[in-house]
């Protein structure tokens, strides 16, 4: 079925591209062999070289011949004349291609017509050639016509075809002279400028400069000499003195784009060469422009200079192609370097026929084949690149989701045993009373917990660049988050002996909005790397804000008196894997990924993270986090409080809950242990030692848990629930139960689950997890 729809679906496309073709190509042909239909009643047009004579300054006449060159001497007039014929039209027009000259037409000695642009241009010494339209009118028959030419430079002499007609006709002679060259020209020059614009947006999206820009570019300009050198200028711009001046700065920039091209595409190999002319060129162009302003020189000064340009860039690659080729190198650019020879050989075949030619016209229709040929294969090479791009960073994006979700399950993987490592660790740490064993245990402790910071940071990295990273919003209070800080890192601090201050601003508002747990990772860690990079000395945590758009701009800068960072390496700090410093042989540990990880944090949460640092003197790293205020009751100055180094060692640990729990077993003992391990919280501890008080105490009190031991005498917590659940007005209907027991095997949380505890709790009873239950289900 999907092969079939395939293959029609590629059928009609390929008739309709057939179709499509066929009749593109009918109309063009029809267009050339069918009569002309157009309605114009006055386009009559014809030639009217025939009979005139020169006339020179000592009133000798000859004749001459149109199209022609003459001997002028320098600041002479060419005359020519002739008288005129009868003829029944109204007003006719005699036309012809003025070269660079002023025209004065005479009719039976009086003035009839100048051409000047002499009070128009805006600069240059002579006037623009175009097409004159001189007017006979009927009563002129028998009159001579005397046509003057005068010039400032070697065109005087020159004679274009003589022609008339009337004014419609003359435009569409001079359209129709030229009109395959006119209409392959636009088209150059539309291919150049979607080259140019395809070229910006491949380097806006995946930063590569693609030599079709520069193609692009040189065919622009090539495109506008060719506009600039034809006739028809004079129907589509009305100031033909300006547009002629495009010839020679369109030439120049050719000449300087082609060596742009070339180089790209010869990838830099021969820049000193192509730079070298590249300057000259835009020297030359802009001194020529200069000079043009200040009426210096004329711009058409520029012409020989722009071919001889031209000229070195094609020789320059033609020589540095050769080594190229030697190399194998062509191959990676085989296909512009057919479409430059083709265009190349088509230049010299327009020069061929250039000189072939009449004089005063330059044809460029061989020429634009060339380029538009040099162009498609630009553009092909750079549909293979883009093509080859987008597999690559498919590729790469495939690589990196890989290792995102490889890093992810390892870093999980990893996690459980170790904090089991961990866990039994301090079961040894607090049973064991042999010093030596303690000895032991403290090592695994320390070493462990290193081993699980690192575990964490490669989850985090995977997370954030799999983009996983959530931010969490919460109402939090600004001096409770600082204090959290203080505490994680005092002890570090004192235990490498360095003094740690905190300076926080009194007025920062007291409750805030944002993501608590991230910004007290983005700080931990800046100030876990002060204390490692800081032999001596203090390390300073400064809290400052200001208030902008409603929101605080919370500014944390965590600075120390270490090591410092030296210039060259902070460019890279932020960078996964990177470590910078001698203090790599010093042997203090890390895996590089800190700083990342704190860089990605900081602009999740639309935040900066900043740097200054001197060698030796030490580090400030400045972050500034928006956030929301919720008061603006001002946070008062900074203490560490009553419970303030309550929440020491371990971020995990940290416990405020507020709440009263029930806690049901039949060993006294262990209804101790378990007050005893929440004694230093908030947290309200009843106990019961059988069923009966147990019960009592739940009908008169609501509480926020339940634990319930499973192996009673007499009645196990399974069944003790089960009456619970059945009392009337039982004011802890909703209360979660917790299970104790003593042999907790893998399943056991669903076996529970069934019978309606919400998680149970192995025995004996450990701190970590106790807190963690309480934690879960009481907030
Ligand atoms: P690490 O795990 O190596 O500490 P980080 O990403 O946290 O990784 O830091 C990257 C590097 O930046 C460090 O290896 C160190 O060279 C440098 N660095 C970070 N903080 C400081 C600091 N306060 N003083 C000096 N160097 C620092």
Redesign the pocket.
């Known amino acids: 079925m999907k092969k079939t729809s395939s293959f029609v679906y590629d059928f009609i496309v390929g008739v309709g591209a057939i179709v499509f073709t066929a009749i593109m190509v009918l109309l063009f042909v029809g267009e050339q062999l069918l009569p002309d239909e157009r309605t114009y009643t006055d386009s009559y047009f014809e030639d009217y070289s025939d009979g005139w004579v020169r006339v020179y300054n000592d009133g000798t006449k000859r004749t001459i011949k149109a199209p022609g060159q003459y001997e002028v001497s320098a600041g002479q007039e060419l005359v020519i004349e002739k008288t005129i014929d009868a003829d029944s039209r109204k007003t006719r027009y005699v036309t012809f291609n003025s070269v660079k000259q002023d025209i004065y037409a005479y009719v039976g000695g009086e003035h009839r017509y100048t051409f000047s642009t002499k009070d128009t241009r805006i600069f240059g010494s002579h006037s623009p050639g175009l097409y004159v339209f001189i007017p006979i009118y009927p009563e002129d028959e028998g009159k001579i016509l005397q046509i003057v030419f005068w010039g400032n430079n070697n065109y005087t002499g020159v004679l274009d075809k003589i022609s008339i007609g009337s004014q419609v006709g003359i435009l569409l002679s001079i359209y129709n002279d030229e009109r395959y060259t006119l209409i392959l020209t636009l088209f150059l020059i539309v291919l150049g400028l979607i080259a140019f614009i395809i070229g910006i947006i491949v380097k806006v999206a995946y930063n590569r400069t693609l030599s079709l820009s520069f193609a692009g570019w040189a065919v622009v300009c090539a495109g506008t000499w060719f506009l600039a050198e034809s006739n028809c200028k004079q129907i589509f711009v009305p100031n033909i003195s300006l547009m002629s001046y495009m010839t020679y700065i369109s030439l120049m920039m050719l000449s300087y784009t082609m060596a742009l091209y070339f180089d790209r595409l010869q990838e830099g190999r021969y820049r000193m060469a192509y730079m070298i002319l590249e300057v000259l060129e835009l020297f030359v162009l802009l001194a020529g422009i200069v000079l043009q302003l200040l009426r210096k020189s004329d711009l058409s000064a520029m012409l020989p200079y722009a071919f001889l340009s031209i000229i070195l860039s094609m020789l320059i690659y033609l020589i540095t192609v050769i080594p190229d080729f030697i190399q194998g190198k062509v191959k990676d650019y085989i296909l512009e370097f057919i479409g430059i020879m083709v265009a190349f050989v088509a230049g010299v075949g327009q020069m061929i026929a250039y000189d072939d030619k009449h004089p005063i016209t330059m044809d460029a229709f061989i020429l634009t084949i060339g380029l538009i040929f040099m162009i498609l294969m630009s553009y092909i090479r750079a549909l293979r690149d883009i093509r080859k791009m987008e597999r690559d960073m498919f590729a790469a994006v495939q690589a990196q989701n890989a290792s995102s979700a490889f890093l992810t399950r390892m870093s999980h993987e990893m996690r459980t045993p170790i904090n089991a490592i961990l866990g039994m660790n301090k079961m040894i740490l607090r049973e064991s009373k042999e010093e030596n064993i303690l000895d032991y245990a403290r090592d695994v402790n320390g070493a462990g917990n290193y081993l699980l910071s690192i575990v964490n940071e490669v989850l985090d990295l995977a997370k954030v660049n799999a983009g996983k990273f959530d931010i969490d919003i919460e109402d939090y209070e600004l001096m409770d988050m600082i204090r959290e800080c203080y505490s994680l890192i005092k002890p570090r601090a004192l235990a490498n002996r360095l003094a740690f201050e905190v300076d926080m601003s009194d007025v920062l508002p007291a409750r805030l909005r944002g993501d608590k747990e991230r910004i007290i990772q983005i700080i931990t ?1 800046l100030l876990t ?2 204390v ?2 800081t032999p001596e000395g203090r390390i300073k945590l400064s809290v400052q804000g200001k208030i902008s758009g409603g929101r605080l701009l919370l500014m944390i800068t965590v600075s ?1 008196t ?4 030296d210039e060259d390496s902070i460019p890279y ?1 932020f960078d996964s894997f ?4 001698e203090f790599q042989n010093q042997r203090i540990e ?7 990880i704190t860089k990605q944090l900081v602009e999740m949460m639309g935040g900066t993270i900043t740097v200054e640092s001197e060698p030796g003197k030490g ?1 400030a790293f400045t972050v500034v986090i928006p956030q929301e205020i919720r008061t603006v009751e001002p946070c008062g100055t900074f203490s560490m409080g009553p419970n303030g180094d309550r929440r020491v060692v371990d971020r995990n640990e940290v416990f405020d809950v507020l709440g009263k729990i029930l806690v049901v077993d039949d060993v006294a003992i262990n209804l101790r242990v378990f007050s005893m391990l929440l004694n230093n919280t908030d947290i309200t501890v009843d106990t019961a030692i059988s069923a009966s008080e147990a019960l009592e105490k739940i009908k008169r009190n609501k509480y926020d848990i339940i634990f319930l031991d499973h192996l009673m005498p007499g009645m196990d917590g399974i069944q003790l629930k089960e009456i619970i659940m059945a009392l009337p007005d039982n004011p802890n209907k909703d209360t979660p139960f917790i299970m104790q027991t003593a042999n907790a095997v893998v399943g056991a949380k669903e076996q529970y689950e069934a019978f309606g505890f919400v998680d149970y709790i192995a025995k004996p009873i450990k701190e970590e997890e106790l807190r963690k239950l309480l934690r879960r289900y009481m907030i």
Request: no cysteine; net charge positive.
């Open positions: 860690n790397n002060a490692k990079y120390d270490g090591i410092g960072i700090l990177t470590r910078v410093g890390g895996t590089g990924l800190g700083l990342t580090t």
